[in-house]
């Protein structure tokens, strides 16, 4: 497959980094195997940001025929002294205009099909690619508390993700018919065309949650979003990040609280509700920002006792409304 194709002429990959010297080899040669996969010319930018180890120097010193290695060093004002903040700083250092713009996590391994499928799914048609991670967590199912939240959470998204992709197609967001995406909206696996980030106002200033809310803004700007199933990466479930806001501090509380905050992604079942039937009366309404919780934060708790009422809503209302909407068929390939 030609991957020229006049879209975009070259690939950058923006990675925040700090202290991360035992791990970036591991990334770079993960990343170098992607790259060897595309006729593009691939430049990984590595944002070393306070950094009081050999990163840089590590970084510097990676050599590697498919991908070039750009280390630019920053010390960060308290201000921006987070994961969100530093990840845009690294994405506005790496955007050049008729590239297309990727970025991972320094402790992420991506997949050998990371950047080949990102650009085929550009070449798809897609404005932003939200690639597909997962984690090995067991030290967090381990725990009595960490078991709860990730059994609840498990089940009630995966009924919310059934009827955010009816609202979905109903919005012309997803094809009538096409698979339910996975949904997943991590700055450890995403792209996106350089001019739309430029386009858009890039990364939003936020000390967590950032890739959401670029997902969002680009939804708000009408750019095609797509979730690219081969675009894998595995990423860290370690409990000591190295920047404020990030997954170490989230696992930690999972494992701590006996009833944990849920993903703020976790809508009630009221919203969901709401939101159905404005999509049947024809009042088109966007998918709430998943980046900022839409009221109270959800608990353990509220999806176990949730679960049965949001079943109820999805089996007894939006299915049959759905394939009614749409045809039986193409509303069961949907599902």
Request: aromatic content about 4%; overall charge neutral.
């Amino acid at each position: 497959m030609d991957l020229l194709g006049g879209t975009f002429t070259r690939i950058d990959i923006a990675i925040p980094v700090r202290d991360e010297a035992a791990r970036l080899p591991r990334l770079l040669k993960a990343v170098a195997r992607a790259a060897a996969g595309v006729s593009l010319p691939v430049r990984a930018v590595i944002f070393a940001n306070d950094c009081t180890d050999a990163s840089a120097d590590i970084a510097r010193a990676f050599r590697d025929a498919a991908l070039e290695v750009v280390v630019v060093e920053a010390d960060c004002e308290t201000s921006d002294a987070s994961a969100g903040r530093a990840r845009r700083l690294a994405m506005d250092i790496a955007a050049v205009p008729g590239g297309l713009l990727m970025t991972t996590d320094a402790d992420a391994v991506p997949g050998t099909m990371w950047i080949r499928a990102a650009c085929q799914s550009v070449q798809a048609g897609a404005d932003l690619v939200c690639g597909a991670i997962s984690a090995h967590a067991p030290h967090v199912l381990a725990t009595r508390s960490g078991a709860r939240i990730t059994h609840a959470e498990r089940r009630y998204s995966a009924i919310q993700h059934r009827i955010r992709h009816a609202l979905d197609q109903l919005a012309g967001r997803q094809a009538i018919g096409a698979l339910r995406p996975h949904y997943m909206e991590s700055g450890a696996s995403m792209a996106i065309l350089a001019d739309r980030y430029l386009q858009v106002g890039g990364l939003p200033r936020m000390d967590h949650s950032e890739d959401r809310a670029l997902v969002y803004r680009a939804e708000l700007h009408d750019l095609i979003v797509h979730y690219c199933p081969t675009m894998q990466a595995r990423v860290s479930a370690r409990l000591r990040g190295r920047a404020m806001g990030g997954m170490a501090a989230c696992l930690r509380h999972r494992m701590q609280q006996d009833d944990p905050l849920a993903d703020q992604a976790m809508l009630p079942v009221d919203l969901l509700h709401d939101l159905w039937s404005d999509a049947m009366a024809g009042r088109a309404t966007r998918y709430p920002d998943r980046s900022v919780a839409q009221g109270r934060v959800l608990r353990a708790s509220d999806l176990e006792k949730g679960l049965a009422g949001l079943t109820q809503l999805y089996v007894g209302t939006v299915r049959p409304d759905l394939y009614h909407h749409v045809g039986h068929g193409a509303a069961m390939a949907a599902q």
